[in-house]
């Protein structure tokens, strides 16, 4: 179960003998709107998890049409699945003797999916609850033939790609959809049905290239929904899965030929061929050139280089080697000249120890610490080890947080194999750039982000500020080598939510402002929102009261809010809008901890009518006045008015006495 391709594609026939279709027993039924196919081999103590997730979907399940293949199992898994079919309408089982992988199972359910949409679910593997819901919208919405949803590792197991942004088109040339050919996302039916895409059966690695690449060629909208986590990708605990096992390499990367040979037939030479390309030397070709290839003695591994030589010989162009990693290009470079003890120390170098530290040139140009570089006695070019340009820093914020008008962040960064690393937190806005020096130790970075001091000692002025992590980093030579300059975005790993609230800061002589952290969409980068008018991102926006009057216009406010960073001298008064007249109220106020703020204003004799509450804060030059609104603060509430009676006369009360006394 995993991600490759054949020379032929088998075609499944309509209908399989001796297996009723689920929608021949229902004639004129309303088709589901998404078929689950699930191959099922010895996963018994997986299912519950796999099937379950599909049973816990959001989408109703009279929109589910759920597909298990028990593929010759011999755990029990078959059992247990024929005992949730008598529970669950919606599941259908077909059992088939072992077929050797996922291929033919996936392709017998195909040939009984009755859904507008089909999804393939590896039975070791779960859903997020709202996958099938949200997939089948997105492709509802761009009329999809493929649509990825965003897939997370699980219990140590990595993901093929991290998808980040949601769109409801993408070329597979232009954007990561390639890099994953595996069956688990969602596809039109019709649009398979139409291009008769199957797997190729009887393999246990790559049988899904033949589905996915014809797929992705053949699509006119690929779509992409990374805003939630759609698909669990798990290890098993017995390490059994398919792309895990013992493999016949050399078979192998023949058969990846004729992959190729189809990818090539189908897409012309130049870049967009060669783009592709190099996700299939990463992976495919030059991917099994690792522990596998020293596995073999020296007769497995000549043999293995010679089932790769072709694959070089006809793919590697210039572009597609320049865009490989130096571990990868090296092997591809050894490989085509024939350099076998060169490719074995090579490989050696990744797999059992690791590679020297980069090589240093007075240009600036760094070069990977594997073997033989400029070496007499080889002929391997420089360009072979070229790093400068494949050196990617590698960070993460591991931390935010206001420590009064200072804001306090923390991370890890890297430039891998280079030491004597100088941090900084670059700040990028109004057109110019800030830096604020980080202080490092035991990997770890800090650096303090004070609005007065943040523009190179000055205060940083208003406006919407990006923020990046700088690494300088050197070689052995130490600082007095040329230095490799890295930056990158600052983006929280986390959904955490906390401290992005605006808040009053001060900048020194520049006086106080707003100040908001936000996350860019669709990219989720940090940036600083100071806002000196105060209007994009205002202050109190969980501000809620109320208000009551008595008939003789005695008139009681409360209201509560929480207001970072207001400090203690700060004026807060409750405040009357009306007929073109504003009142400003007696107000007390309580503070208490976490920044919550009580304040409460007691009116005698006030003017008659219908008033709007607000709550007006001055600090310095900074006076902002806060819509109050009723309801709770979780809510988003509506105006907060007082009503204020007309006052009766001091007659009035004599004369309904007369009333009453029939005077």
């Not at 007499?376 to 947080?401: F, K, N, S």
Request: a negative charge; aromatic letters at 6%; hydrophobic letters at 40%.
């Amino acid at each position: 179960m995993s991600d490759e391709t054949p020379a032929e594609i088998p075609v499944i026939p309509a209908e399989i003998p001796g297996v009723a279709r689920p929608d021949a027993a229902v004639p004129g039924a309303v088709p589901p709107a998404v078929s689950v196919i699930v191959p099922v081999h010895n996963t018994l103590p997986y299912l519950d998890r796999s099937i379950g997730s599909v049973f816990a979907q959001t989408l109703g399940q009279d929109r589910i049409e759920l597909i298990a293949v028990d593929d010759g199992s011999s755990d029990g898994s078959g059992a247990w699945l024929d005992e949730q079919a008598g529970r669950h309408p919606n599941l259908t089982v077909i059992h088939q003797p072992a077929s050797g992988g996922a291929g033919k199972p996936r392709n017998v359910g195909l040939a009984h999916a009755t859904g507008d949409y089909v999804f393939f679910l590896d039975s070791d593997d779960r859903l997020g609850t709202e996958a099938l819901a949200r997939l089948t919208q997105m492709a509802d919405t761009y009329e999809s033939d493929i649509v990825y949803g965003r897939i997370v590792g699980a219990e140590g197991r990595g993901a093929p790609i991290d998808l980040r942004t949601s769109n409801g088109q993408v070329s597979i040339f232009d954007s990561p959809v390639y890099w994953t050919l595996a069956a688990y996302k969602l596809f039109r039916r019709s649009f398979v049905e139409q291009h008769q895409l199957r797997f190729v059966e009887g393999r246990l690695l790559a049988e899904d290239l033949p589905f996915g690449i014809p797929a992705l060629l053949h699509a006119k909208t690929v779509s992409i929904l990374a805003d939630y986590d759609c698909y669990y990708l798990y290890g098993r605990e017995d390490d059994s899965n398919a792309s895990r096992q013992d493999i016949d390499w050399t078979e192998h990367l023949d058969y990846i030929g004729t992959v190729l040979t189809d990818v090539a037939e189908t897409v012309p030479p130049g870049p967009d061929r060669d783009k592709l390309m190099v996700r299939h030397f990463h992976g495919e070709i030059l991917g099994a050139f690792g522990a596998p290839y020293l596995a073999r003695d020296e007769t497995g591994r000549r043999a293995m280089a010679d089932a790769a030589r072709p694959l070089v010989e006809s793919y590697l162009t210039d572009r597609v080697l320049a865009a490989l990693p130096p571990r990868l290009r090296l092997r591809a470079h050894c490989l085509r000249a024939d350099l076998t003890d060169e490719l074995t120390a090579v490989i050696q170098a990744d797999t059992e120890a690791r590679p020297g530290l980069p090589h240093l040139d007075e240009d600036g140009r760094r070069y990977a610490g594997y073997p033989y570089f400029r070496d007499p006695e080889r002929d391997i070019p420089d360009a072979c080890y070229e790093l400068t340009d494949h050196l990617v820093l590698r960070q993460q914020l591991t931390g935010r947080q206001w420590a009064g008008d200072v804001l306090r962040l923390h991370g890890t960064a890297e430039l891998p194999g280079l030491d004597h690393t100088a941090v900084d937190v670059l700040l990028r806005g109004n057109g110019t750039e800030h830096h604020v020096t980080a202080r490092c130790a035991d990997g770890v970075w800090h650096a303090d982000i004070d609005p007065a001091t943040a523009a190179d000692g000055g205060p940083l002025a208003a406006g919407v500020w990006g923020m990046k992590i700088a690494v300088t980093a050197y070689g052995a030579g130490g600082t007095a080598a040329p230095g490799l300059r890295r930056d990158a975005w600052l983006c929280p790993q986390d959904e955490d939510r906390t401290g992005l609230e605006p808040r009053i800061v001060g900048r020194g002589a520049a006086g106080p402002a707003v100040a908001a952290l936000f996350l860019s969409e669709p990219h989720g980068h940090l940036h600083l929102d100071l806002d000196h008018e105060g209007r994009r991102r205002p202050l109190g926006g969980d501000l809620r009261g109320a208000a009551a009057c008595t008939r003789f216009g005695r008139a009681l406010v409360v209201a509560r809010l929480t207001l970072p960073g207001c400090p203690a001298d700060a004026g807060l008064e409750l405040i009357l809008f009306g007929g073109g007249q504003t009142l400003t109220l007696p107000t007390t106020v309580e503070r208490s901890a976490g920044d919550r703020l009580a304040v409460r204003s007691v009116l005698r004799g006030a003017p008659p009518g219908t008033w709007r509450v607000a709550l007006r804060v001055t600090t310095g030059e900074l006076l902002r006045e806060l819509p109050v609104r009723a309801g709770g603060a979780d809510d988003a509430g509506t105006p907060l008015t007082l009503t204020v009676p007309k006052r009766p006369s001091p007659a009035a009360p004599l004369r309904r006495l007369r009333r009453r006394l029939g005077r």
